[in-house]
């Protein structure tokens, strides 16, 4: 069975906001559960409604959006945090890997690239999933603690 993954985006520019609405939206499999401006919201809804993946766009954030990828990361392991910039330089790249991004996109959005990312968190939403607690069984054995009830050759 196939699962719809659940997005949330934080993201300071407007812009920015309706491309990664539109990309998402417009993406079949994916659902858009909210977009923010505020890093607190953002991380609430995320400890709320466990989506598959928040997409943290960078810019106009500093550290922090590090600070949050960080705390999404460690507090909600289930959620694959994904940074977003136009700003896609080595070092930038870099630091949201370092800070726990799975996965980076480059603005404006290339559906192609979105595509490969759409694929990498649902992946990773199907190994977390299969990771889940499970209800635990009981199991009884019976035994005879005298002889005379095998085999003997």
Do not use: W
Not at 16 to 22: L, Q, V
Not at 25 to 32: K, R, T
Not at 101 to 115: G, H, T, Y
């Amino acid at each position: 069975m196939k699962r719809t993954l659940t997005f949330i985006v934080l993201c300071k520019d407007a812009g920015d906001s309706r491309e990664m609405a539109h990309a998402f939206s417009n993406h079949a499999g994916c659902s858009l559960l909210t977009i923010s401006d505020d890093t607190e919201q953002v991380y609430t809804e995320t400890r709320k409604l466990h989506p598959s993946a928040v997409v943290v766009n960078l810019a106009n954030m500093g550290e922090l959006a590090i600070k949050l990828v960080q705390r999404i990361v460690t507090e909600c392991p289930t959620t694959a945090v994904i940074c977003a910039s136009r700003d896609s330089s080595p070092d930038l790249i870099l630091k949201s890997m370092r800070a726990g991004a799975r996965d980076f996109i480059r603005l404006p959005i290339i559906q192609d690239e979105l595509k490969t990312v759409v694929e990498r968190t649902a992946q990773f939403a199907e190994e977390h999933v299969n990771n889940e607690p499970r209800k635990g069984g009981r199991s009884i054995a019976v035994f005879s603690s005298k002889g005379g009830c095998g085999a003997s050759r």
